[in-house]
């Protein structure tokens, strides 16, 4: 067999698996997974202007306002100013915003752990980098 179906059969896998796991440890929290996505974005990275953020996510700035609008709504994001350029906004995670994100965080972390306990240190440094390298593809596509 071909090495690089293999890989791609395992990538697959691997993401159905993540997908699943994500699905349910959210369908718990009581928020929408798109939603948790931003709210993982902001922990993770910081307040973002929305046209970042809309990059980060994938999708219009159209498609985030209408998101942000319900989240700020909900008491889960805030807009405030920019320190940096006075004609625009940043969207930041309120103190309920926060506690989403370091609930799922831990979650991820955990799983993490999990995922790569016998892994040895080698094993994991291994794993890191490739993943950085697969990473770049998507923040630098060529």
């Keep these: ?10 990538l697959v896998e691997f993401f159905e698996g993540m997908a699943a796991w994500e699905h349910q440890l959210v369908e718990g929290s009581g ?7 931003t709210l993982e974005l902001l922990g993770l990275y910081g307040p973002m202007r929305m046209t970042d953020l809309a990059h980060k996510l994938s999708i219009s700035t159209g498609t ?11 008491g889960l994001v805030t807009r405030i100013a920019n320190p940096e350029d006075r004609r625009s906004l940043l969207i930041a ?3 309920q915003g ?3 994100f370091s609930t799922h ?3 991820h972390l955990h799983l993490t752990e999990d995922l790569i306990a ?15 390298k697969m990473n770049r593809h998507f923040r630098n596509p060529e």
């Design 1 to 10: 067999m071909d090495i690089n179906q293999d890989l791609n059969r395992a």
């Design 93 to 95: 995670l309120t103190e």
């Design 64 to 74: 985030l306002t209408a998101r942000i609008d319900r989240m700020e709504k909900d």
């Design 118 to 132: 016998a892994f040895s240190a080698e094993d994991k440094q291994n794993l890191l980098g490739m993943l950085e």
């Design 98 to 100: 926060e506690v989403h």
């Design 105 to 107: 965080d831990k979650a």
């Design 31 to 37: 928020l929408l997974l798109p939603v948790m996505h």
